[in-house]
């Protein structure tokens, strides 16, 4: 049996949610090379800047980027951000996880799940071995 793990955003009002206001090139999210973000409302008293936020997208601190290109293969690509907090302060420690392709990878015959307009509420969730095969891993 393998373990599949899925991250998330505490769910904490001191975690900041995060918005995406802008890319380099300009308007250009498919070629992006740096992202532009911003704290999205509610904005926290006191934020507490984690190693993983959440927003449109997954952004997180170069320790979480080195755990995963030793596993991942060339479908994620890692791209620099900056963000302005509501002081007006920068912060240059995250990036930006993209992946070049989306994949469908939940077996829905053996997976038990109801699915609301863009959410899938999972009550168990089994992955297709077809789709993940295609996948070609650093430590295979």
Sequence with gaps: MENYYFIRRKSDQAYPLIKEVG??????DRNAT??????????????????FLSGPEIYITDKI?????????????FIDTELITP???LIEDYFCL???H???AMDKEKSEFKKTRRVYLIKKLVLDRKVLSRFRWKND
């Design 23 to 28: 890319y380099e090139p300009e308007n250009d």
């Design 34 to 51: 740096l992202v532009y973000l911003e704290f999205n409302d509610p904005i926290p008293r006191r934020p507490v800047m984690a190693d």
């Design 65 to 77: 980027v080195e755990v995963i290109k030793t596993f991942s293969s060339k479908v994620v690509r």
């Design 87 to 89: 002081k007006g302060d």
């Design 98 to 100: 993209k992946t070049e």
């Design 102 to 104: 989306r994949y469908h």
